[in-house]
């Protein structure tokens, strides 16, 4: 029987992944049993975490497992990476519809039309990346490091990279828009108390 080889961070990692997977499955018991909105930016943000964390939990619990799945180690490794970023490119179009609610209703559906394109050429490139990580997998086995293996790594690493820096720079350009918003919608009314207390003042 083959003994599963794990390392120091792989069960805190686990652990932090089952955390993440048991929260986010709470509150969607939650939104269905007490009939929240569905069709909403929490509940898809909050199935999306329970699916990649979920998945994220099952690869470190048994990491070692994979070493001769190699494939399946790369599904599981690498679709939680393109779900996650679906999930905060969700978190930047609610940032959107806060942020431009008057004119929400008009471009809902061009925002919904492009999220779903980004999400489904996403997926395209993680299908192809699996395909062309098998094939070199067979042709090369990771114990026998190849150029070509090196390369399609380092392609899809930096692939990666430059998709995440990209939604960073997106989500911290929305976040700060909103708190602003949110910190000016907080201070109107101190505003007017002020000017309330000084039309009173004069009048006396």
Same mark, same amino acid.
């Given at each position: 029987m083959k003994v599963i080889e794990t390392n120091s961070w792989t069960f805190p990692l686990s652990f932090f992944y @089952?955390? +993440?997977t048991f929260i986010?499955? @709470? %509150?969607t018991f939650c939104a269905v049993y007490y009939r929240h909105k569905i069709r909403s930016f929490h509940f898809g943000f909050v199935v999306l975490t329970l699916v990649w964390g979920l998945l994220r939990s099952v690869y470190f619990f048994f990491f070692g497992f994979w070493d001769t799945k190699l494939t +399946?180690?790369?599904i599981l490794f690498? @679709? *939680?990476i393109y779900l996650q970023f679906t999930t905060f490119l969700l978190l930047a179009l609610f940032y959107s519809s806060v942020l431009y609610?008057?004119?929400w209703r008009k471009f809902r559906r061009k925002a919904t039309v492009a999220f779903v394109l980004i999400n489904v050429f996403l997926l395209l490139v993680f299908v192809a990346s699996i395909v062309e990580g098998a094939r070199v997998i067979k042709l %090369? *086995? &990771?114990n026998k490091p190849r150029l070509e293996q090196f390369w399609f790594s380092t392609a899809r690493n930096i692939f990666n990279a &430059?998709? @995440?820096l990209a939604l960073s720079v997106l989500l911290s350009y929305l976040g700060i828009k909103v708190r602003n918003l949110m910190n000016n919608k907080t201070q109107l009314p101190q505003a007017s108390i002020s000017v309330n207390k000084i039309?009173?003042?004069n009048a006396v």
């Open positions: @089952f955390l +993440v986010a499955a @709470f %509150q +399946v180690e790369m690498w @679709f *939680p609610k008057a004119v %090369q *086995p &990771l &430059l998709l @995440f039309t009173v003042t």
